[in-house]
């Protein structure tokens, strides 16, 4: 059945615009890797997983979110470590038994790093790692992700509403009822998110005012996850066949176009997307087949790549698309923003799988773990050479 969709969609990326090369290149070069125990200092029996790193530029730290899976999935055990940024020695850790897989840091005028659990958000200072403030989260079992935006607020969701707070966690304002993905927050006086209705599972993107949350327009998207800048706001479908991705104005809400990104074998997991700065839109299958690139104004198809054995989200920085491992196993993949072309793949080990990344400057920080890998860890890597 993979065959035959891998050939559906190879005939497809003809009709709807050039497949990029898959010729890969040079490697990056390791800056360091690391290693960590466990809090309770055992194992056994456990599978180390990452959740997406982040950064705090001024005090150079990087931060890595491990957790540990017992043999049937569920997560028994989070750790947020944080290393020196150039040099990779650990500067602390901060241990909890609650679901945990995102943190974020250079917040306005802020020296803490944020880090989100299913229960709570901890502002820890990023050098020594010492709790400066906590936030107690509705009882949801989402990990909570921690969205940085302009005048050092906190967009906050874990399956529940927005929570939005200062830089010291306290609470401003909760729009929403059942927000599960990134909120984006824009400089323009805007903020965007999707919002489930728990009624009857709908999803609607809502475009809202940073001063108290007011809804500025929304409509429904049937999409968990949205991207945007300044003036467009694009949406990916959920659980749809055909897969659709759309754009819409910011501002009015209204639709700027809409395209059909693939018929797919296995829909289920739908497309993400992502926007670089040079008003390109990527989007990304979930099963791992096809990466394609769009005009962000107008929604030509600028380029495809397909056959990638990863995952979304996509990654944008330093002239690259970085896409993570798929499944039980998976490269880590930079592909060049410009055309589509594989620049290079990397890997410790070939059980190993990346997982969600983060570039910074001319770095890119990753987590390579799952069953069966014996090198994995934390990996800071130098993009270009």
Known sequence: MKVIAA?????????????????????????????????????????????????HASKRVAVFPHFYSAPNG?????????????????????????????CTGNVENSSYVYLGSSASVWAVDAR???????LSLPSVASPAIVTAGPRGHLYITNGGGVIVTDKNLNQLFTVGNAAWQHVGAFNNGLFYYN?????????????????????????????????????IVTTASFNTNPNVVTAYSA??????????????????????????????????????WTL????????????????LNSSPPTVMGSGFVFVHGHSNNGPLSAVKLNNGELAWQFTPDSKCK?????A??????????????????????????
Do not use: H
């Open 354 to 358: 990346a997982y969600n990344g983060q």
């Open 195 to 231: 919002n489930v209705n728990p009624a009857d599972g709908r999803s609607s993107l809502v475009v809202a005012s940073v001063e108290d949350g007011s809804t500025l327009w929304q409509t429904y998207a049937n999409s968990d996850n949205c991207v945007g800048t300044n003036s």
């Open 251 to 288: 501002i009015t809400g209204k639709k700027l176009w809409e395209t059909v990104d693939f018929y797919d074998y296995d829909a289920r997991d739908g497309v993400f997307v992502g926007v670089y700065p040079d008003n390109l839109n990527i989007s990304n299958t979930a099963g791992g």
């Open 292 to 307: 394609n690139a769009r005009d962000l104004v107008t929604g030509e198809r600028t380029w495809t790549l397909m056959s």
């Open 7 to 55: 050939l559906l969609l190879s005939l497809l990326a003809v009709q709807l615009g050039a497949a990029a090369s898959v010729k890969s290149t040079a490697s990056p070069s390791v800056i360091w890797q690391a290693t960590a125990t466990p809090c309770n200092g055992n194992s056994a029996g456990l599978t180390l997983e990452f959740g997406m790193p982040c950064y």
């Open 74 to 102: 569920s997560q028994v055990l989070t750790m947020f470590v944080g290393y020196d940024l150039d040099n990779g020695s650990k500067l602390w850790e901060f241990c909890t038994a609650t679901n945990g897989q995102y």
């Open 128 to 134: 020594s790692g010492n709790t400066e403030a906590q």
């Open 360 to 385: 910074f400057e001319n770095y890119f920080l990753v987590g390579f773990g799952g069953a069966g890998c014996t090198k994995g860890g934390a990996f800071v890597l130098k993009i270009r050479s």
